[in-house]
Structures are given as C-alpha cells and as structure tokens.
C-alpha cells in the first residue's frame, strides 16, 4: 500500500476529467456517476467547470423541486447561519416547533418527528410501528410484521435493504433483518392475505421511483386503507419522492382521496440545500414515542427548520404543485409521441416519468451519456428506463428541449 505522503499530489484542478480522476481515487466507488463535473447551478441548469450547460432533468431525485439555489430557500439558510445552526435536541430551540407545527398544517397531520435523511424517515416509521403494535394493539413482543410491497425502494440501511428484492442493494449485508412479507406491488389482495393478527403496518410508495416511476392501479390505495382498517392495521406511505408537488398534489396520495396514517418525507423537504426529512401522522401513533426511546443529533436542528419553513411556505401557495400538473400534461404528451418511435412505454404522474427505451435501443448508460452530449441531464434505472423529473420551475421550452434529445437518443 502507498503511504499518504508518497502518492502524487496535483496543483490546482482544471478539468472535469482531472475532477473525476481525484474523485475515483479518493471516493468510495459506490456510485457509477457520469463524467459530468458540475460547479454552478442555477434554477433548472447546471454549468460544468469547463463552463458548458446543462439542463437538470433529474432534480437530485425529487431532492431539487424548486429548482438549484432558489432565492428564497437561499435567503432563509443565509439568514439561519449568521443566527444558529445547531443545539442538539438537548435543548429547544425557536425554529422546531414552528417548523413542526407549520408542517403538520400543510399535510393535515397531528405530530412531526424530524430527522434528516429519507432512510432515517422509515427506519423512524418503522420503529414508530412496531413500538404501537405492541404498546397500543398487543401485539406479542417481538412479533410484529410489516407487509411491503416488491420492487420497492425505501432507502440503504441494513434493516431496508432486508425487505428489498434488489439484489444490487441487498446482496452480502446479511444477516437481514426479518419481520416483513413481501407482496406485489398494485395487488391489493395480496397484501389482504398478508394481513395477521400480528401485522403492525403496511410500507408502501404512491409511485416506485426507483423501479421505473411505476404507478398502481386505480384504486390500489383505496383498497389497502380499507384493509388496513378492516384489520387494526397502520397505513404509511413513502413520499420522500413522490411528494411535495412532483406528481401535481401536495402529497401522490392525494390523488386517490386517501389518507395515510405515517407519511414519511424528505428530499425536497430540505430545498436542495441541506438534507431534511420527517415523520409526519397521527397523534396517537408518533405519541408513543418517549423521551430517550428514538432520536438524532441533527434531527430538527435550526438551520434544517429554518429551510424546511421557507419550503412549507412554498408549498403552501399551491403554485407548485399546479405547475407539476400543467407542465406536467405536457411533459407526458411530448414524451408520448415517441411511443413507437424508439420507447416502449411511459409512466407517471405530474413532472415524473419513467420512459421505457424499447429493445433494440441504447442501453439506459448510453442513453444518459448521450443526453449529457447533448447538455441534458438524466440518469436510468434498471438498464433500460429513463426516470425523468425536472425541477419544477422548468418551462415550456426547456421541457421540449429535454424531450427532443432523448428522441434523438432513443432512435439511434
């Protein structure tokens, strides 16, 4: 092994490729990012060091819906780091319980558990579950289940990745964690006959981000409350991504008229600027927690209440969520032109798709190599699926910019 001090040391870095060269020395490789080294962004573009464009049809996941360096977003961590940015929770401070309760207000819950990354979301959900099924329904210690659905994605942590059938995210972090049964996503009656006298919850996405943008059935969520409630049984549902306006109402769920009983959120929650995530329900059920039984040293730390208030503020306006619908519309008609003309098929809700390449086209890598060619930005999954979700301050124009390179692409 090289010693630290003997390895080759470089003078100031000009280059992307001398960018990506320091990062796949230095980093873990546990991403596969494209050789795109970006030092500026604004609203719906990034700029490279080299200063070449690009528009951001990915949005950091959901985690960029108002656009990069939003002026309002910005001023409110600005004006936060000259006040305070964190006291741990052994002390109060003058942002949480505003942020807690303004919150609460915008998704029509009870209590708010902050926390930081979507993961931590639902592992906080799932303890939050398990810890009501014993202390609330009896469940008989140790016992309690939790019915989720296949194909899903809820974050990297050893107790998720024991209940996903994505052997990329599962393979040797054994032994898993047990407690969960796994049904088919969109299949109601499957998660019926998953239901036992110990089922604490059912963990289900509104949309499967990472599975391709797949959306259920109608009337999929209908069905699950029902079931949920017919069996004493909690209903959470993960919006890290498919909240906060991406798919044209506040929360996914909303578009079939039901309600959760845990929604988990983060991503978007922290406005691109620093990670920020929350637990948000029922009183009853996120009251069971106590003092000292769960928590986290940056979990609604001032600076992340500070953004997260000017994201609620946002949000609360409802412009973006009736520009997630309208742009929306058209985003889904222009990519669903090319049906037939190099893409298979095309999926989602508001300003979300996952835009199947059809056999015989560029794998989903070359796809979004060529997309960045030709300054878009776009990322796939699963091979073949392009999972397209602008910042939502996109136009018009740039959307038909977007749309038209990856037709370019998809053809050959």
Not at 75 to 90: F, K, P
Not at 122 to 151: F, L, M
Not at 155 to 163: A, E, K, P, Q
Not at 240 to 249: K, Y
Request: some cysteine.
């Amino acid at each position: 092994m090289t010693a630290i001090a003997d390895r080759p040391t470089t003078g100031p870095l000009s280059s992307s490729a001398e960018y990506v060269a320091l990062d796949e020395t230095w980093s873990t490789h546990n991403y596969h990012p494209l050789p795109v080294v970006i030092a500026h962004a604004e609203g719906a573009w990034v700029t490279d060091v080299e200063g070449r464009s690009y528009l951001d049809f990915l949005s950091g996941y959901s985690a960029l819906n108002f656009g990069h360096r939003h002026p309002a977003l910005v001023a409110a961590a600005v004006e936060q780091l000259n006040r305070v940015t964190l006291t741990s929770r052994a002390f109060h401070h003058d942002q949480l319980g505003l942020f807690c309760r303004e919150l609460a207000e915008l998704t029509g819950t009870d209590l708010v558990l902050p926390m930081n990354s979507g993961a931590e979301a639902v592992e906080s959900a799932i303890k939050v579950a398990r810890k009501w099924a014993y202390r609330v329904k009896g469940v008989p210690a140790n016992q309690a289940q939790i019915v989720v659905a296949g194909s899903n994605f809820h974050g990297r942590t050893t107790t998720i990745v024991s209940f996903s059938d994505d052997e990329v995210a599962r393979a040797d972090y054994g032994p898993y964690t047990p407690g969960f049964v796994a049904t088919t996503y969109g299949d109601a009656t499957e998660v019926a006959a998953a239901i036992t006298p110990n089922t604490a919850a059912v963990l289900v996405e509104p949309i499967q981000g990472e599975a391709g943008v797949l959306v259920p059935p109608p009337g999929y969520f209908t069905e699950l409350r029902r079931i949920c409630d017919e069996n004493n049984v909690l209903l959470i549902a993960d919006e890290i991504q498919s909240g906060l306006a991406r798919t044209g109402e506040l929360l996914a769920l909303d578009h079939e008229g039901v309600r959760a009983d845990l929604y988990t959120l983060g991503k978007a929650l922290g406005g691109g600027i620093v990670p920020v995530s929350a637990v948000v329900g029922r009183r009853d059920v996120l009251g069971v927690l106590r003092p000292g039984e769960h928590g986290s040293t940056f979990g609604g730390n001032p600076l992340a209440c500070a953004v997260g208030r000017a994201v609620i503020k946002l949000l609360a306006t409802g412009e973006f969520q009736q520009r997630s619908r309208e742009l929306g519309e058209h985003l889904h008609s222009r990519l669903g032109e090319l049906v037939g003309k190099g893409v298979s098929q095309v999926r989602g809700r508001g300003l979300w798709a996952g835009v199947e390449i059809a056999p015989g086209g560029p794998a989903g890598r070359e796809a979004s190599k060529a997309l960045a060619a030709r300054g878009i930005l776009c990322k796939e999954t699963h091979d073949n699926t392009l999972r397209v979700a602008p910042p939502l301050v996109i136009t018009r124009e740039e959307i038909d910019r977007g749309v038209d390179a990856i037709a370019e692409v998809v053809r050959g």
